[in-house]
């Protein structure tokens, strides 16, 4: 079936640490997309990919770092995580041309709390 | 720039009476708007979308929502809410198929009460 994937659902991680948030869409879609959403509120653009090695940086700044080696995947790295990247990070994604059909697809989400 | 504004933090409605959950747009060109549901602990799922044509949309779960271009508005509504409407909802716009990623407004809680 296809679908789009997040793993994991849950990280509690200490500062410091490195972090890779994995995505992955079985839709065959080019275009993929990270956002930033704390609890309850509006969702912030991080990164977004157009295809293979096609990264870019969205509206919301981020310390983030993505990588598209793969059409299927598109990992999201943090260096170093600190509590302020605590929050949850939202993965979608959708064809790069679908004539009327313009909308994205998301994954569950990964729920990201830093101690 | 281009902003989505949904005016509500909150909607209370009894369960079968109508609902209408407010968005309003600003952008620069011909806008493609979208509705989409967050339920507890979920990532978002597609409600409707309105691209061009009829300015009345329908969607998933018996929601509609109505484009008004002189008021830049685009209302998500349904005629009798049910307990299971009770959701996060977000109105989003795209101002054409070569943009970057959706512009999302900060998100409307449903509360629906039996």
């Known amino acids: 079936e296809a679908d789009i994937y997040q793993t994991p659902r849950y990280l509690v991680i200490g500062t410091g640490k490195k972090i890779t948030l994995e995505c992955s869409q079985t839709m065959g879609h080019d275009k993929m997309y990270w956002y930033q959403q704390d609890p309850g509120m509006e969702l912030h653009l ?7 090695n096609s990264t870019e940086k969205g509206d919301l700044s981020s310390e983030s770092t993505v990588s598209r080696i793969r059409t299927e995947h598109f990992p999201l790295t943090l260096e170093s ?5 605590t929050s949850q990070y939202l993965c979608a994604s959708s064809p790069l ?5 313009y909308e994205q697809y998301f994954g569950p ?7 | 720039a281009q902003s989505v504004a949904q005016p509500e933090d909150q909607v209370n409605v009894a369960e079968g009476n109508p609902l209408t959950v407010k968005c309003t747009y600003s952008v620069s060109g011909n806008p493609y708007l979208f509705w989409y549901v967050q339920y507890p602990n979920r990532g978002l799922q597609f409600l409707l979308k309105y691209i061009t ?6 969607g998933s779960y018996g929601f509609e929502a109505e484009f008004n271009k002189s008021q830049t508005s685009f209302h998500l509504k349904k005629p009798s809410a049910l307990v299971s409407d009770s959701a996060l909802y977000f109105c989003a716009v795209r101002v054409n198929q070569a943009g970057t990623a959706l512009i999302f407004g900060k998100g409307t809680t449903l509360s629906v009460s039996s």
């Open chain 1, 46 to 52: 991080i990164h977004y990919s157009y295809g293979v």
């Open chain 1, 81 to 85: 995580a600190r509590p302020s990247h």
């Open chain 1, 97 to 101: 041309w679908t004539g009327h059909s």
């Open chain 1, 109 to 115: 989400g990964t729920r990201l709390t830093v101690t």
């Open chain 2, 53 to 58: 044509g009829d300015n009345l949309v329908k």
